[in-house]
């Protein structure tokens, strides 16, 4: 019961903040620091209201402000709590501004309102175009092969993993799945090496860990990698950030970038789960819903994290087989 109290206070005090944001900055200096110390991220309540503000709850707060102001806002604009928090959340203010679909401009001498929303019109068009690209190929499509796009995109994000979470194109790119009928003798063999690689493995394979002429083979007969996973109901090996490190323009002469191999940025379903790794995934998804949020380092003992971040590879792939994942520290359930 006590739990459920907390659970409400914090829900008051997040409303209260809320509208606090809302009505915007009416102090300065130490006075506004005073009044407002308790929301401050230096406190364990400040700490524990940042936590239970979403990406977007914030960003839309900081929509908000530039829509009331008629342009992107300086950060002597905005409350000093919303501006400690998106800062916090996004390391710096323009990364907050560009994650908010809003001109780094900011101030009176920014862009307007109105150059805003057209601006994001033109940009929504060509992550369209990116998405229409994937949905076409059936697979993830690489910058190199959009450099007019990547040019004019580079403004607003830093790397083509970002474009491609913006665009949607995991989505897309699973319209092309579809289970072959009436297979050869020799595309059964071949999907059932496969199958075996992948149980031995205890994961789907990466395309680089099957042998080059029956990757080959797979690749021509189902289109895709992932169409051919899908063949024999797995999954490919998602990238958490796919492209984490392309940028969206390469350096003339510089070689372009390959699929990485290795597997400790990236989520995959383990095919088996031995008893104890069961048992351990079990008391982290009671600990998370008992807290509340995702359980932090302290608050799982050290033995089970170590014990599961060696049996799925990483702590944020251990989470992945529960259906969660971790965003900036809190919970997000899939």
């Known amino acids: 019961m006590a739990e459920e109290i907390n659970k409400n206070q914090l829900l008051e005090q997040k409303k209260a903040v809320f509208d606090m944001i809302v009505e915007g900055p009416k102090l300065t200096g130490e006075a506004e620091a005073k009044e407002d110390d ?3 991220l230096d406190t364990e309540r400040g700490a524990q209201l940042y936590a239970s503000f979403s990406d977007d709850e914030l960003l839309e707060l900081l929509r908000g402000s530039a829509q009331y102001l008629g342009h992107s806002p300086s950060q002597g604009e905005v ?3 919303l501006r400690a928090y998106l800062k916090a959340r996004f ?12 001109s780094r401009s900011a101030g009176r001498g ?3 309102s109105e150059q805003m929303s057209q601006k994001n019109e033109e940009y929504q068009q060509m992550l369209n175009q990116i998405r229409g690209m994937a949905e076409q190929l059936g697979r993830i499509p690489h910058p190199s092969e959009l450099p007019e796009i990547c040019r004019k995109l580079k403004k607003r994000y830093r790397t083509w993993g970002e474009v491609l979470a913006a665009a949607g194109v995991e989505e897309a790119v699973a ?5 072959e009928e009436n297979l050869k003798d020799d595309e059964l063999r071949m999907l059932q090496e496969l199958r075996t690689l992948a ?5 789907s394979p990466l395309r680089g860990e099957v042998e ?3 990757r080959e083979s797979l690749l021509r007969r189902f289109g895709s990698w992932r169409n051919a996973l899908y063949q024999i109901d797995l999954e490919p090996v998602r990238r958490i950030t796919p492209f984490v490190n392309a940028p969206l323009q390469r350096e003339k002469d510089k070689q372009r970038a390959t699929h990485r191999q290795e597997l400790y940025d990236c989520h995959y379903r383990l095919l088996k789960l031995d008893p104890q790794t069961q048992a351990d995934l079990a008391l982290v998804r009671k600990l998370a819903q008992q807290l509340g949020h995702l359980p932090g380092r302290r608050e799982v003992p050290a033995e089970v994290r170590m014990r599961l971040q060696k049996a799925c590879g990483s702590w944020s792939n251990a989470l992945f087989q529960l259906g969660l994942q971790e965003k900036r520290g809190r919970l997000r359930q899939r």
Do not use: C, D, F, T
Request: zero cysteines.
């Open 38 to 40: 308790q929301y401050s």
């Open 79 to 81: 409350h000093w709590i």
């Open 91 to 102: 390391k710096n203010w323009p990364r907050a501004l560009r994650a908010a679909g809003l």
């Open 110 to 112: 920014g862009m307007s």
């Open 175 to 179: 319209v092309h799945l579809q289970k």
């Open 199 to 203: 149980e031995r493995l205890n994961r």
């Open 212 to 214: 080059q002429s029956l």
